[in-house]
């Protein structure tokens, strides 16, 4: 069965990017605090076709990688200029000190990221976690105004609205417990139960994809990344931020899994309505990380929505 794509009438026009980037500033950095310009650096792997009109900046899920996108990545390295970046925290981006490890700061890790790099024309895609990180990266450089910079979202399966904590999450959230269950419990053992509870369909819970998840839970300073970021995953003033989300000026697609049981198909729906410029595709018999349980109907869905805005 394939995906469903679903696109309802706008709901207004587009003013263009400054004239509404300017809207979303007024009376708000809702929560955000500036980004930093200085601090850790992200590991991050680019690859694709240089000078294809935009760059991808592709944030992973909570307890993820890079590696995340090891599916989709070649088919989107043929088409598009791709930065692969693991979060601070996770994967190769663990940093030691100092460091909060909560929305605002990620989102200010990324904007350094694309600093350094140098990019001017980017589409940020998040999955999960990411997808948050995405959009607290989006707002932050709108109240820099540098809104212009970003060309496109999407996100996948992503959590803006307040909701449950996912098990996994609440768990490393709590104290003692946290403890207890990194301590006292293999990682390949927590990555095959949290991945058996994602994906919709299990058999795709593969040895090689929880080794590509366990391989970072214990690495130093992972437990303590996992738990300030859990602890800290919940924005000062969500209703503040949810608020801004019909400011958003850019086009945006989102990619759901039918069948997700961490962020439920309820949330795409809302989403949609709440974004002005904005499509959807539900992958049908598909879980919570569609990149990965369902690579071939993701892929699609990303390379038809950004070939629309080259």
Not at 44 to 64: D, M, P, S, Y
Not at 108 to 116: F, K, N, Q, T
Not at 149 to 178: E, H, S
């Amino acid at each position: 069965m394939d995906a469903v794509r679903k696109k309802p009438p706008p709901r207004r026009g587009r003013g263009g990017g400054a004239s509404r980037a300017s809207r979303a500033q007024t009376g708000a950095t809702a929560g955000l605090r500036s980004p930093e310009f200085q601090g850790p650096r992200l590991h991050r792997e680019r690859v694709g076709r240089l000078g294809g009109g935009f760059t991808l900046v592709l944030l992973h899920g909570f307890g993820a990688s890079l590696q995340t996108w090891n599916e989709i990545r070649p088919g989107l390295a043929k088409r598009y200029d791709s930065v692969f970046v693991d979060l601070l925290g996770f994967g190769e981006s663990i940093a030691e000190g100092g460091v909060r490890y909560d929305l605002q700061e990620q989102a200010g890790a990324v904007i350094r990221c694309i600093r350094e790099i140098g990019l001017e024309r980017i589409v940020l895609v998040g999955h999960s976690y990411g997808g948050a990180v995405a959009l607290f990266t989006y707002l932050s450089l709108v109240d820099a105004g540098l809104a212009a910079k970003v060309r496109g979202l999407v996100f996948l399966d992503a959590p803006l609205y307040p909701q449950r904590l996912p098990f996994f999450v609440a768990v490393l959230a709590t104290p003692i417990l946290n403890s207890v269950v990194l301590r006292g419990t293999p990682a390949t053992l927590r990555a095959k139960v949290t991945l058996d509870r994602l994906f919709f369909d299990t058999s795709c819970v593969t040895d090689e994809r929880i080794h590509r998840y366990a391989r970072y839970f214990d690495a130093r300073g992972a437990h303590h990344s996992y738990r300030l970021a859990a602890k800290h995953i919940l924005p000062v003033d969500s209703e503040g931020v949810v608020g801004r989300i019909s400011t958003i000026d850019v086009p945006a697609l989102l990619v759901w899994g039918e069948n997700d049981a961490v962020v439920p198909i309820a949330n795409a729906y809302r989403l949609q309505r709440d974004l002005s410029d904005s499509e959807l595709v539900v992958i049908p018999r598909c879980g919570h990380v569609p990149h990965e349980e369902r690579p071939d109907e993701a892929l699609r869905a990303l390379t038809q929505f950004l070939e629309k805005q080259t």
